[in-house]
């Protein structure tokens, strides 16, 4: 491993910024630590906090070898600061300021809208792990314990690299937001966390791999939009950020795809051929395709709001400010400025749905989203190939952007997963095939028992093809004292 890309593991916090030579800023997140070791003890996963987990921490930011794995106490994991190497004669890739030198300090006029994006990106990091906080106690098998606590301590990590640029770029203002970090809740009703989704409950095991499929994508989306930010420090954070978000979705996908391939054997078993005759296929002790389809609907949408209104003014600026790119900016080949440029935006307008092209600055928003839809639509299909190999005729489908929308174009209005729009009468009628009832949720929960021993799996999710850094079948993932 090059120097470049080591870590230095001497001091309190593991890091590759040179904290030894940064006194302010190591104070800073001396001061700190210990509010967040407490944040997580009381916050953290609940139950687990002795025990010996089988974790990768990051020993380099190198593309090769980053991980070393072994088993650890969460409280005692190594959080540290880490970003992607320095790239030689960087320069803003887009906006305004196109092709002057990537910035290393932040300039007074992009102050405040620079800490808003960093406070945003920094709150949805500890809310994640608030919202799993109960849910190792009913794990169906090790391996999937290790992994919640794999994206647990992952997302405190990101939370400590959000924090770390605002200490290091907004002396007190960013002290105070770190710890404001710290005093937010998800679900709390007098300091909720910033962003709808990060407040809703993660109650079951379905719920916590359909979050990490969906929600975590949308932290992918935007962690890949600030990677191209031509504040270098931001750039630089987010690419190593990006590495660590690829296990989060590949939790999500592999946990749904296992419970979609558990419950086409479990049919096949006991020769069911319709997967829409629920009572039988709940009597076998699995969870029934139209339930699965339902939280589908319902995570899409949910994430769908995090992108925000689809026409917006702040997207726009902190582009033209060259803050916060497009997915894959780097591999787009327009003039990277789109002052010329429009968009398609799909709208609501006198009742009825069209199709409108908008100033591609204003639609930066949509566009993520439809980044991430398409993204989205490649593991969905992943989960149909299973279904197709069983035989079994029923595909998981993603419901129209317009389903169930709190946020943008669509808030005021009821649609169906169609698309079709209906009146409040109907969708009163029709939410509830559509949207998981309180019958369904019972139902999940009713399977929620936990499978402690070694290489066993509770009866509705199929095993893992290969085991974490391809340990055996009945590795012991998580020793619990
Ligand atoms: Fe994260
Ligand atoms: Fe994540």
Redesign the pocket.
């Known amino acids: 491993m090059s120097e470049a890309t080591m870590v230095d593991y001497d001091g309190l916090i593991p890091n590759n910024v040179g904290l030894n030579q940064d006194a302010r800023v190591r104070r800073a997140l001396e001061t700190w630590h210990p509010g967040y070791i407490d944040w997580w003890k009381t916050m953290g996963p609940e139950g687990f906090q002795d025990a010996l987990v089988y974790l990768r921490t990051a020993v380099g930011v190198g593309a090769e070898g980053w991980a070393r794995f072994d088993y650890v106490k969460m409280p005692e994991y190594r959080w540290g600061i880490l970003l992607a190497p320095q790239v030689e004669g960087r320069t803003i890739p887009f906006g305004a300021h196109k092709g002057q030198p990537a910035l290393q300090e932040v300039p007074g006029e992009y102050r405040a809208m620079l800490r808003r994006l960093l406070v945003i990106q920094g709150d949805t990091e500890p809310a994640s792990v608030e919202q799993q906080r109960h849910i190792g106690a009913t794990a169906p098998s090790q391996y999937d314990l290790r992994n919640l606590f794999q ?1 647990n301590v992952e ?1 405190g990590r990101h939370l400590w690299a959000m924090v770390y640029l605002l200490q290091k770029y907004f002396g007190r203002d960013g002290r105070e937001e770190a710890e404001e970090l710290l005093r937010r809740h998800s679900g709390d009703p007098d300091s909720p966390r910033m962003l709808g989704a990060f407040n809703e409950a993660t109650p079951d095991w379905l719920s916590f791999f359909m979050f990490t499929f969906f929600t ?1 994508r949308d ?1 992918k989306m935007q962690l890949a939009a600030l990677a191209q930010s031509g504040f270098d420090p931001l750039s630089r954070t987010c690419r190593f950020m990006l590495t660590e ?1 690829a296990h ?1 979705m590949f939790v999500g996908e592999t946990g749904v795809q296992r419970i979609i391939q558990r419950t086409c054997e479990a049919m096949r078993d006991a020769g069911i051929d319709d997967p829409t005759d629920i009572p039988r296929v709940r009597a076998l002790g699995v969870i029934d395709l139209p339930t699965i389809q339902k939280k589908v609907n319902l995570h899409f949408s949910l994430t769908l709001d995090l992108f925000g209104s689809e026409i917006s003014t702040n997207a726009a600026n902190a582009f033209n400010a060259g803050l916060k790119g497009r997915y894959r900016e780097d591999r787009l080949t327009d003039d990277h400025q789109l002052l010329q440029d429009t968009y398609p935006v799909l709208r609501l307008k006198d009742g009825a749905m069209v199709q409108e092209d908008v100033p591609a600055l204003s639609s930066l928003n949509m566009r993520l989203r439809d980044d991430f839809v398409a993204d989205t639509a490649q593991g969905i299909a992943r989960w149909n190939r299973v279904l197709e190999r069983a035989g079994v005729e029923f595909r998981i489908h993603l419901p129209h952007v317009a389903f169930n929308r709190r946020i943008g174009e669509f808030a005021a209005a009821h649609a169906d997963t169609e698309g079709n729009l209906l009146d409040s009468a109907v969708w009163q009628a029709r939410s509830n095939t559509m949207l998981p009832t309180d019958d369904d949720y019972r139902y999940v929960e009713s399977l929620m028992l936990p499978v402690r021993e070694r290489g066993a799996y509770a009866g509705w999710i199929a095993p893992p093809r290969i085991g974490i850094d391809n340990k055996p079948g009945d590795f012991e993932y998580v020793r619990i004292e």
């Open positions: 994206v997302e975590d932290g978000e989060h």
